[in-house]
């Protein structure tokens, strides 16, 4: 059975507008956490590192490749495995907490460090955008596959109460926290003033033109994005470094590669 997730002001009834500050998770069987969110249970659960990748039946070659991906990527997370029966309650830093729902063969890309819990019949890799070199990150993206013929569960942790959109829709990539289905294209809007420093602060958009899927972000703007002004003033707002943090990216993954090989 996959354990059924809501947060615990869904789960007693409040409304809908009240900030969520924590997951409950609900069942028999097993599911993924961040390691260390439990803050209590009630029933019988054990807790466990995942020490090489949550993939059941992966097999150890593809373990060991999929965890170097994450830790090349800077997609990977410290994971515990939650065993047993009854209900679980999880939050992380009291950040808001979301639960995005995946039917059978849905998927959704979504920040490393937003994951708080996932259920156990997701298959939990990395993936590549091609619009992430604007995006906090840079060009990957953690990937959740409900290959199962049962409802899987993403808990996702945010600053600030999220805002869940469905498509289409344009999103500041400063913002965007995850997306259900395919990813998105890169809406620019640069013109003779983004060149002389008078930009609008919104150069460059995501942008989800397919109906039917699931967007959420946070009410604050992370310190991110591709400057594309000139202002001699100083900084022109908040899109203005996931560039450099590419950069480093590709210069992280080279110094892990080698030190990983050079160990050997």
């Known amino acids: 059975m996959t354990f059924q997730m809501s947060t615990y002001e869904h789960l007693t009834g409040a409304t809908k507008q009240t900030p969520s500050y924590s997951c409950v998770a609900q069942g028999n069987g097993f599911f993924f ?14 807790y466990e590192k995942v020490l090489l990748d949550p993939n059941a039946g992966a097999g150890i070659a593809r373990g060991i490749m999929n ?3 994450r830790r090349l990527t800077g ?4 994971i515990m495995k939650v065993t047993g029966n009854g209900m679980c309650v999880l ?27 996932f259920s156990g019949n997701l298959t939990y890799g990395v993936r590549f955008i091609g619009a992430g070199v604007l995006s906090q990150k840079g060009m990957f993206t953690t990937n959740f596959e409900n290959r199962s013929s049962e409802v899987g569960y993403v808990a996702i942790i945010t600053e600030g109460n999220a805002i869940v959109l469905q498509t289409p829709c344009r999103v500041d990539p400063d913002a965007i926290i995850c997306w259900t289905g395919s990813d998105p294209n890169l809406k620019t809007d640069i013109n003779w003033k983004t060149f002389i420093g008078q930009t609008s602060g919104e150069s460059y958009m995501f942008e989800f033109s397919q109906g039917g899927q699931t967007v959420v972000l946070q009410p604050s703007e ?10 001699r003033g100083g900084p022109i707002g908040s899109q203005s470094s996931a560039f450099e943090n590419s950069v480093e990216s590709g210069q992280n993954m080279m110094n892990t590669l080698g030190n990983f090989f050079g160990n050997r």
Do not use: C, H, W
């Not at 997609?75 to 410290?78: G, L, Q, Y």
């Not at 992370?222 to 202002?231: S, T």
């Open 33 to 46: 956490a961040k390691k260390g969110a439990m803050v209590a249970d009630q029933g019988s659960f054990k």
């Open 67 to 69: 965890n170097i991906s």
């Open 75 to 78: 997609e990977n997370m410290e």
């Open 91 to 117: 939050a992380f830093q009291g950040k808001n907490v979301t639960i995005v729902p995946l039917q059978s063969g849905e998927k959704i890309g979504v920040e490393a460090e937003n994951i708080l819990a």
């Open 222 to 231: 992370r310190k991110a994005g591709l400057d594309v002004g000139i202002d």
